[in-house]
Nanobody, 129 residues
């Protein structure tokens, strides 16, 4: 059974860093484009970052470009989101997601993630000012 489990969330102050991890099991990891989405209280879910199944291409929302970095370790079936220079507006539940052979550029215009195959349960990130 396919499963995505996020970890690494927490509470930090403005300007600090966090690294989120998402461990995948139950499917062939290298066949899946991996993505991160987030949802703040009272707001719709939005795309954050993605890395293509072959690890060659990455995409980022404009709001995190230059501050966040997505990476994957295929040997560990894990995707990471390194978040630097965190801001209060980054406060949200962060969700790991996967899509078989997904196109990471398509996520830039599909904030709801309607093509995603699997979702994690989320990890909470709180950035205090």
């Amino acid at each position: 059974q396919e499963q995505l489990v996020e970890s690494g969330g927490g509470t930090v102050q403005t300007g600090e860093s966090l690294r989120l991890s998402c461990s995948s099991s139950g499917h062939t990891f290298t066949h899946y484009t991996m993505a991160w989405y987030r949802q703040a209280p009272g707001k719709e879910r939005e795309f954050v970052a993605a890395i293509r199944f072959d690890g060659v291409a990455t995409t980022y929302a404009d709001s995190v470009k230059g501050r966040f970095t997505v990476s994957r370790d295929d040997a560990k079936n894990t995707v990471y989101l390194q978040m630097n220079s965190l801001k209060p507006e980054d406060t949200a539940a962060y969700f790991c997601a996967s899509e078989a052979f997904g196109n990471p550029w398509s996520y830039l215009s599909n904030g709801a993630g309607t093509t995603i195959d699997y979702w994690g349960t989320g990890t909470l990130v709180t950035v205090s000012s």
